[in-house]
């Protein structure tokens, strides 16, 4: 039976909504979490697992990465199933002169952010990963990226979550928010209508849909990436692995952001390699493309030239939650007291999973967060103030 009442209700089951949903119940909070179909069936369940810090803003951006990488390690020690967090080191490879001089800058600024990453040239990249192609130039390479499987992670926040008393309602869709002036009375959902006072919006890219429904509007709009899963092979990627033109292509909302937007790669524990993805603008759909599969073919075997020959067993396409600047939308709306955002996090959300889940449970339970969430308002865009 649903419960009639949460001290908090958080709307969404992929990987942001399950943290906090953990991070709100160890500190003895009434959580209800609802999802419309299965854990991580939205955008967490159709991605990379890639735990970059190097490919973060440098400032408030990489320092919300820095503490998760840490939280990271806590949670594989204390989920109650395994969530193959793996401490591999990442590489962003550079493939022209021009990325050079660009990733020389940006390695410059994370070290002053207290990051290890330093430059590699291409003898040092090729004894690091010897299959790699010896066109490339060298790569910008942290010790502290990482990996994780988003779908295990989503279901083991949940789990965790579940263990200390929050209600995990799948197949449950939030259909309207009740609000009396400018407080919210209650959630009406397909399994009846629940009372609370406080709605954590972590819907994705569906965020937009569930704050229309107390009249506000959020600049999240779908970005797809379209990866492809090669069949398992022995060790051919060591460590994680993006591009620098991804890196590029992230923060650029325009036509270079599509296909040949640059690469990630990771090879998973059973040896399939992750190929992807592209960046495209093409509302909700999830399908593949041959155009955007051959990109990403392309792309990644200039990298890694022994890909020309390996079989693909697959492909699936899922859609970033994309916000203008980059960065996702967390904290309170002041136009609606009581409505707490957490989505937006584009091609970041499982890297930033548990920081965004321990501040917004310190904000929700505190009222204050160890991480300033002001370059993270709604009000940046000057909307829902
Ligand atoms: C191709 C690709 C590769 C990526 N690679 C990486 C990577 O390597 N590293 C990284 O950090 N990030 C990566 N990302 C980004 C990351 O996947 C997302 O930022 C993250 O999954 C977003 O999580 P979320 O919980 O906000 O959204 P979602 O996982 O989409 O969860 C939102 C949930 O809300 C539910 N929902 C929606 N409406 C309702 C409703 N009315 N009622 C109830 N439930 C509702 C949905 O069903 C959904 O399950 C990648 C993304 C893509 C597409």
């Known amino acids: 039976m649903s419960p009639k009442t949460a001290d908090v209700l958080i709307i969404g089951g992929g ?3 399950t943290s906090i949903a953990y991070y709100l119940a160890r500190r003895k909070v009434r959580v209800v979490l609802l999802e419309k179909g299965e854990l991580a069936g939205g955008t967490s369940g159709a991605c990379d697992g890639l735990v970059f810090l190097q490919s973060k803003k440098p400032g408030v951006h990489l320092e919300l990465a820095l503490t998760s990488q840490k939280l990271f390690q806590k949670l594989d020690r204390r989920l109650p199933v395994p969530i193959h967090y793996q401490n591999k080191g990442g590489l962003i490879v550079v493939e022209s002169e021009e990325e050079q001089e660009a990733m020389q800058a ?20 090729l004894q690091m990963e010897p299959h790699l192609s010896p066109e490339l130039l060298g790569a910008a390479y942290s010790p502290l990226d990482s990996q994780v499987n988003p779908i295990s992670l989503a279901q083991g926040l949940a789990l965790g ?23 919210i009375e209650a959630v009406q959902t397909s399994r009846g209508r629940i009372q609370t006072r406080t709605v954590v919006n972590a819907a994705g890219v569906w965020a937009p849909a569930i704050a229309r429904m107390a009249g506000i509007d959020l600049p999240i709009s779908p970005r797809r ?4 899963v090669t069949e398992p092979l022995p060790l051919l990627l060591g460590k994680c692995l993006l591009s620098a033109r991804y890196i590029g292509a992230k923060y650029k909302p325009g036509p270079q952001s599509g296909r040949g937007g640059g690469v990630s790669m990771e090879q998973t524990e059973s040896g399939n390699l992750l190929l992807g993805s592209t960046r495209e603008f093409v509302g909700f759909d999830r399908r593949t493309s041959l155009a955007g599969l051959k990109g990403v073919a392309g792309a990644c075997s200039r990298i890694i030239p022994a890909l020309r020959d390996v079989l ?3 492909s699936f396409a899922g859609l970033r939650p994309y916000t203008p600047d980059g960065l996702p939308l967390l904290g309170l709306v002041p136009a609606l007291s009581g409505l707490v955002l957490a989505a937006g996090h584009e091609g970041d959300g499982i890297a930033l999973a548990p920081v965004t ?6 904000l929700i339970t505190d009222g204050t967060t160890d991480i300033s969430l002001e370059a993270f308002s709604c009000g940046r865009f000057g909307e829902g103030d």
Request: net charge positive; with cysteine; proline share 0%.
């Open 312 to 314: 693909a067993i697959r």
């Open 357 to 362: 889940g321990l501040l917004i449970a310190q």
């Open 15 to 17: 990987v942001i909504g």
């Open 225 to 228: 990436g379209q990866i492809l």
């Open 106 to 125: 940006h390695v410059k600024k994370c070290r002053s952010n207290g990051l290890d990453v330093r430059l590699l040239d291409r003898r040092d990249l």
């Open 161 to 183: 979550a579940g263990d200390h008393g929050a209600k995990i309602l799948t197949r449950t869709e939030v259909l309207d928010i009740e609000c009396t002036g400018t407080k």
